[in-house]
C-alpha cells in the first residue's frame, strides 16, 4: 500500500521555484568569494611568483660565468667580486715563511719566491671551473717561465677528502708541469681573508715580488679571466725595483 505522501502530487512550478532558489543561491555564494581583499591578496601573489622567477632566472644566468662554485676554507669573510679593482694586500712575513709541503713531498714556502711574481690557484679535481682554468694557467706557466713568474697550484685536504693520490694522478693525466702545494687550509684561509674573499673555487691570486697582493680572481670566465690575468701578471712585471 503506497503512503500519503506517494500519492501527493508533484507541483511543477514549485520546482523551479526553489531550483531558482539554489542557483542564485550558489551564484551569490561565488560572487562573494571574490572580495576586494581576496583579489588583492591574489595579485600580490601573483606578483611574487613573477619576481621570484626572474630572480632564479638572473641567478642561474651569473652562475653560468663561473664565479660560485665550492668551498676554499672553513672560515672566510664576506665576499667580493671576481677580478675586483686594483688592490694592493701586503702579506705578513709569517705567511710568507709559513713552510708548506707539495704534492711530491718537497717543502717550500712563499718567501722562495722573492724574486718572482707568483700566480697561485687555489683549485680541486671536482670543480668544474677549475677544470677549465688548468689548461689556461699552464699556458701561463709556459709562456712566462723565462720572465720571471712561477705558477703554483694550491688543493686542499679538506676539499680532496685527503686523497692525495687521486690528485697526483689528476695532475699528471692533465700534463701539470707546476708545482701543486697540499694544504690544509693553512695557506688557503689566511689568504683568503686577506682579500675579504668567500669561501669558493676557483680562486687566484697574482703576488708581486715583494709580496703583496695585486690582483685577486674569484671564479674563472673564460672570456675576461686569462686576457685579466695576463695583464696583471704584466702589470706585477713591469713593477721591478719600485717601491
Known sequence: MASSKDSLPIDN?????????????????????????????TL?????????????????????????????APKTAPAITAAPAPLVVPL???L???????????????????DKVVVLNIWATWCGPCRLEMPELVKVSNDYKDRGVVVLGLATSYNEHDDQQHVKDYIKAQNVPYQI??????LAGPLVEAVQGRSVIPQSFVISRDGKIVKHFQGFNSSQTPQLMRQAIEDALNDKGKA
Open 96 to 114: 710568507r715563511n709559513t713552510a708548506l709541503k707539495t704534492l711530491d713531498g718537497r717543502s717550500l714556502k712563499l718567501a722562495d719566491f722573492a
Open 181 to 186: 702545494i697540499w694544504d690544509d687550509g693553512t
Open 92 to 94: 705578513s712575513d709569517e
Open 13 to 41: 512550478s514549485q520546482s523551479s521555484a526553489l531550483d531558482s532558489k539554489a542557483e542564485a543561491a550558489d551564484s551569490k555564494a561565488k560572487d562573494s568569494f571574490w572580495t576586494p581583499g581576496r583579489i588583492a591578496i
Open 44 to 72: 600580490i601573489a601573483l606578483a611574487l611568483i613573477v619576481w621570484y622567477g626572474i630572480a632564479e632566472w638572473s641567478s642561474k644566468g651569473t652562475q653560468t660565468a663561473g664565479v660560485t662554485v665550492a668551498k676554499t
